[in-house]
């Protein structure tokens, strides 16, 4: 099992560009959801998805849309990038709300 | 809305001391998990408590729910070098996904 995989490990942005994070779990798992970390910081919950087709937003929303097509997959997309989402972005899928498990990251540079 | 502090926020100890870090919630939780996360890495689930009063032990980790199922606690038992990184605690499922703001251990030789 690969468990949580993240795509792409990293990448640099200019303000306005947009891109599609990706997260794929093989657990099975029904619950998955997208965090960022700013640097010394705590995780912040942008939005999860409790199933297949299902989203919800979490703490921090704005300026990111997730989809959930397919039960092992995830995206995470920036319409239009901005400094302020300079940040390393975990993905993290759960039985239903339990332990969660995460990929290792994905490192976004905007400038 | 529920918020969860956690303290300290850093702790530097001498190898072979013991640390202890605290999440403390203003409302009663359904449950807390703890993770890990070393520099540079991802959080890594230590353990899930949901009973009031539960106490749980993993080697040289004992963690501890509050009767009040308000506030819980990680001791380590003598750290080794390889406990170094930053302990979270989330608060609540996932409706209300509340993580404590982390407590860094630093492990001096």
């Known amino acids: 099992n690969a468990g949580v995989t993240q795509t792409p490990k990293f990448r640099v942005l200019k303000t306005g560009q947009s891109m599609t994070l990706l997260c794929a779990q093989d657990m099975n798992h029904e619950y998955m959801y997208w965090y960022r970390q700013d640097p010394g910081m705590g995780l912040r919950l942008i939005h999860y998805s409790v199933g297949e087709g299902t989203t919800a937003k979490g703490e921090v929303p704005d300026g990111y849309n997730v989809s959930r097509l397919k039960k092992q997959n995830f995206l995470l997309g920036l319409e239009s990038a901005a400094p302020s989402q300079t940040s390393v972005y975990f993905c993290a899928s759960s039985y239903i709300a339990n332990e969660q498990f995460f990929g290792p990251g994905t490192r976004l540079t905007v400038l | 809305g529920q918020q969860v502090m956690q303290i300290p926020q850093y702790q530097h100890v001498q190898e072979g001391e013991d640390f202890t870090t605290y999440c403390n919630s203003s409302t009663t939780l359904s449950n807390i998990q703890w993770y890990k996360q070393r520099p540079g890495g991802h959080p890594v689930f230590l353990i899930q408590?949901?009973?009031?009063?539960e106490v749980k032990k993993q080697k040289r980790l004992t963690f501890q729910f509050g009767e009040a199922k308000k506030n819980s606690s990680l001791h380590i038992t003598a750290t080794q070098t390889t406990d170094v990184g930053t302990y979270f605690c989330?608060?609540?499922?996932?409706?209300?996904?509340?993580f404590g703001t982390g407590t860094k251990l630093q492990v001096i030789p």
């Open positions: 408590l949901v009973k009031s009063g």
């Open positions: 989330i608060a609540g499922g996932y409706q209300k996904v509340t």
